[in-house]
């Protein structure tokens, strides 16, 4: 089965700072991939996807990941965060059924 | 259109007892999933189910049932309530294979 590692555990930045978060995956077939944030004390809300295309894809609130095929990556980035952006952030690979990474908690100061 | 409707939002179980949690989608979604939420590990797939009738195994299947006997809904059935349990437990749904899923609000679960 496929898994999802997600380098970063917990990231403080200071507003305006740009955003990189990790994700790699181990399945090398096609599979499509996902970035969702959960704010804190809600459930999980989609960011952006990937299935086939161009391999930058851009989501909702100014965020995009890029698709690395030969490094088995989706990383998500923003240009400059917001106080409003603190959540977690998860990157989830679906193949047969979708598994999640372990999550990075993002803190943004203010 | 309501969702991915969860209930209970929050349930305390002695160990031993069982329980269902509801999960009910109005957007006909053929695929739903349940997960469990825990501090540093993520969401971890419990069952899935691509269609009614049809039902499949996770990661972390063991003391779970589901059956999913129409479109709209796919209860999760603890058998005997173990205090590895306690969790928060978050139902989805999708359209299809190459979509995004929907998730409900959640159910806290705490076991002692």
């Known amino acids: 089965a496929q898994s999802v590692s997600q380098h970063n555990h917990h990231v403080i930045l200071s507003e305006a700072a740009s955003l990189e978060l990790g994700c790699n995956y181990s399945y090398g077939g096609t599979v499509n991939l996902f970035w969702y944030v959960q704010y804190p004390g809600q459930h999980l809300q989609l960011l952006l996807k990937y299935f086939s295309g161009d391999p930058l894809v851009k989501g909702i609130k100014g965020f995009e990941a890029e698709f690395i095929k030969s490094k088995f990556s989706f990383n998500l980035r923003k240009p400059s965060v917001q106080w409003s952006d603190t959540a977690e952030y998860f990157c989830a690979v679906d193949y047969n059924d979708m598994r999640f990474g372990a999550g990075t908690r993002l803190t943004v100061k203010p | 259109n309501a969702g991915v409707t969860q209930t209970p939002k929050f349930q305390v179980l002695k160990t031993g007892q069982s329980m269902t949690l509801q999960c009910a989608q109005d957007m006909n979604h053929e695929y739903m999933s349940w997960y469990r939420q825990d501090p540093g590990m993520g969401l971890r797939l419990i069952h899935y189910?691509?269609?009614?009738?049809?039902?499949d195994q996770g990661e972390v299947p063991n003391g779970y049932n589901v059956s999913r006997s129409t479109t709209e809904d796919f209860p999760l059935r603890l058998l005997s309530a173990a205090p590895s349990q306690t969790s928060v437990y978050f139902c989805?749904?999708?359209?299809?294979?190459?979509?995004?899923?929907?998730f409900g609000s959640g159910t806290r679960l705490t076991v002692v």
């Open positions: 189910s691509v269609g009614a009738g049809i039902t």
């Open positions: 989805a749904s999708k359209a299809g294979a190459n979509y995004g899923y929907t």
